[in-house]
T-cell receptor, first 113, second 113 residues
Framework: DVKVTQSSRYLVKRTGEKVFLECVQD?????MFWYRQDPGLGLRLIYF???????EKGDIPEGYSVSREKKERFSLILESASTNQTSMYLC????????????FGSGTRLTVV | AQSVTQPDIHITVSEGASLELRCNYS??????LFWYVQSPGQGLQLLLK??????LVQGIKGFEAEFKRSQSSFNLRKPSVHWSDAAEYFC???????????FGSGTKLNVKP
């Protein structure tokens, strides 16, 4: 069964901490994405990557960065966590062209206190 | 501006009743269209997709959706709702290269016994 695995289901971090959210896919997908999900706002794209070492900003990249050193792994980094980054974070992947749609991970619920 | 609209934030239906969830999009060309479902605390699962051809598409779990170009709509339907269908539903569109999706804000479905 194809999988997108997010390393943590729940995280609690302190304001100002550097936070790493990890995502690994086993489908040899070229494309990987990070979204955040907030009530009433749906899914908003933070960053995406079409290939190893490539990254592009999504709609809300401020306060975030990403790393893709290997094809299967896409990391989201909060350089200095703030309380307004408390959210559900969803990782997704898709094959080149994306005709089969996205495959999503189960999400990481991050609370910044 | 490109957008995906799901006008209903919450819908409640009785078990066994029919269901229709609305989705409208605003794009210059016909996009590629998807419906996803998210159970509480989970990632998103693909229900169905439309690329071209027959405007009525069948998906998993007994769902179907109809593309209407004249109305820029892609509404999701199910003839008889089961309690296990209670979840949040997201409409998504992808432009011609499929690599990047845009999501609606979601419709939360409650099912009454």
């Amino acid at each position: 069964d194809v999988k997108v695995t997010q390393s943590s289901r729940y995280l609690v971090k302190r304001t100002g901490e550097k936070v790493f959210l990890e995502c690994v896919q086993d489908m040899d997908h070229e494309n990987m994405f990070w979204y955040r999900q907030d009530p009433g706002l749906g899914l908003r794209l933070i960053y995406f990557s079409y290939d190893v070492k490539m990254k592009e900003k999504g709609d809300i990249p401020e306060g975030y960065s990403v790393s893709r050193e290997k094809k299967e792994r896409f990391s989201l980094i909060l350089e200095s966590a703030s309380t307004n980054q408390t959210s559900m974070y969803l990782c997704a992947s898709s094959a080149q062209g994306g005709r089969d749609g996205y495959t999503f991970g189960s999400g990481t619920r991050l609370t910044v206190v | 501006a490109q957008s995906v609209t799901q006008p209903d934030i919450h819908i409640t239906v009785s078990e066994g009743a029919s269901l229709e969830l609305r989705c409208n999009y605003s794009y210059g060309a016909t996009p590629y269209l998807f419906w996803y479902v998210q159970s509480p605390g989970q990632g998103l699962q693909l229900l169905l997709k439309y690329f071209s051809g027959d405007t009525l598409v069948q998906g998993i779990k007994g769902f179907e959706a109809e593309f209407k170009r004249s109305q820029s709509s892609f509404n999701l339907r199910k003839p008889s709702v089961h309690w296990s269908d209670a979840a949040e539903y997201f409409c998504a569109v992808a432009l011609y290269n499929f690599n990047k999706f845009y999501f609606g804000s979601g419709t939360k479905l409650n099912v009454k016994p």
